[in-house]
Antibody
Framework: QVQLKESGPGLVQPSQTLSLTCTVS????????VHWVRQHSGKSLEWMGR???????SYNSAFTSRLSISRDTSKSQVFLKMNSLQTEDTGTYYC????????????WGQGVMVTVSS | DIQMTQSPSSMSASLGDTVTITCLAS??????LSWYQQKPGKSPKLMIY???NLEDGVPSRFSGSRSGSDYSLTINSLGYDDEGIYHC?????????FGSGTKLEIK
């Protein structure tokens, strides 16, 4: 069955770089896109970026040049790297699979909570 | 960016009630609108896509509709399992954006 699972450090110091991994199973990264979405304080969701099935990427300009998404198809993993972290980046980070036909999210990972604090 | 104005931000309803949550899009998004349910401590779950299409396995008590730029999620015959936060999401244009969420409490 389709599964996505995020992993990464729970605590990051301000100004440091966040590195997260999304490991997927039950589908191929060369057939489906994977998105990163974050959530502040348990309510509002924010789209961060997308790894397309062809390896291209799209980013939310709100993250300017801080964000980078990459993948390793042989390991079925998608990576998120975001630098210059601030306390406002505290939240839960999710990876989610793109729907079959349109750009909704049909499967989500469990999320990983990231706290930015010294 | 397309703004999705979601209302209400929170609501309380009784078992068996019918409730409606609305998202107003700041510009035309066609029917490129989905709804998610999120239980406490869990990830969002797709309920509706294409404004009106029920995701497989979602009870028929849930329905989506559109009137102009207003998109609604209606839940009939409320049960305790429907408690959570509901999010709308537009995927007509990048960046993809979400409403601010509606917290639904069952009395």
């Amino acid at each position: 069955q389709v599964q996505l699972k995020e992993s990464g450090p729970g605590l990051v110091q301000p100004s440091q770089t966040l590195s997260l991994t999304c490991t997927v199973s039950g589908f191929s990264l060369t057939s489906y896109s994977v998105h990163w979405v974050r959530q502040h304080s348990g309510k509002s969701l924010e789209w961060m970026g997308r790894m397309w099935s062809d390896g291209d990427t799209s980013y939310n300009s709100a993250f300017t040049s801080r964000l980078s998404i990459s993948r390793d198809t042989s390991k079925s993993q998608v990576f998120l790297k975001m630098n210059s972290l601030q306390t406002e980046d505290t939240g839960t980070y999710y990876c989610a699979r793109n729907g079959n036909w349109e750009d909704y999210f049909d499967y989500w990972g469990q999320g990983v909570m990231v706290t930015v604090s010294s | 960016d397309i703004q999705m104005t979601q209302s209400p931000s929170s609501m309380s309803a009784s078992l068996g009630d019918t409730v409606t949550i609305t998202c107003l899009a700041s510009q035309d998004i066609g029917n490129y609108l989905s709804w998610y349910q999120q239980k406490p401590g869990k990830s969002p779950k797709l309920m509706i896509y294409g404004a009106t299409n029920l995701e497989d396995g979602v009870p028929s008590r849930f329905s989506g509709s559109r009137s102009g730029s207003d998109y609604s999620l209606t839940i009939n015959s409320l049960g305790y399992d429907d408690e959570g936060i509901y999010h709308c999401h537009q995927y007509y244009e990048y960046p993809l954006t979400f409403g601010s969420g509606t917290k639904l409490e069952i009395k």
